[in-house]
């Protein structure tokens, strides 16, 4: 079991940036992958990025394409996620994830990378509100 700590969070206007970090001692591990979600108000929680250790390949899911980037600085054992042009459809408690998931197994699929029961060590969140 690892511990992840989310921080980061915060207010921010519409169109506005923020940027997550997740340190994790996971990092050091390349057959896991790393992965972001949000959970918004009264709504489950769902996969928004994810980065596999082993190779750097990163996967997001359509509504965050171009906007959110998820990266890993090894040297600080954290896992980014920087998030631009922010709406307020993406506030939300937004919580860092590890599964086991070595470099050459399947990416076919970004549903199944990014599906929460898949994910068995989490962080306690970080809040992030976009407001006009």
């Known amino acids: 079991q690892f511990e992840l700590v989310e921080s980061g969070g915060g207010l921010v206007q519409p169109g506005g940036s923020l940027k997550l970090s997740c340190v994790t001692s996971a990092l050091s591990l390349v057959s896991y992958a790393i992965a972001w979600f949000r959970q918004a108000p009264g709504k489950e929680r769902e996969g928004v990025s994810c980065?596999?250790?082993?190779?750097?390949?990163?996967y997001s899911s359509d509504s965050v394409k171009g906007r959110f980037t998820i990266s890993k600085v090894n040297a600080e054992n954290t896992v980014n996620l920087q998030m631009n042009s922010l709406k307020t459809t993406v506030t939300g408690v937004y919580y860092c994830?590890?599964?086991?998931?070595?470099?050459?197994?399947?990416?076919?699929?970004?549903?199944?990378?990014?599906?929460?029961?898949?994910?068995?060590?989490w962080g306690q969140g970080a809040r992030v509100t976009v407001y006009t």
């Open positions: 994830a590890a599964k086991i998931h070595p470099w050459f197994w399947s990416t076919s699929s970004t549903s199944l990378l990014l599906n929460r029961t898949r994910y068995h060590d």
């Open positions: 980065i596999i250790l082993g190779n750097g390949n990163t």
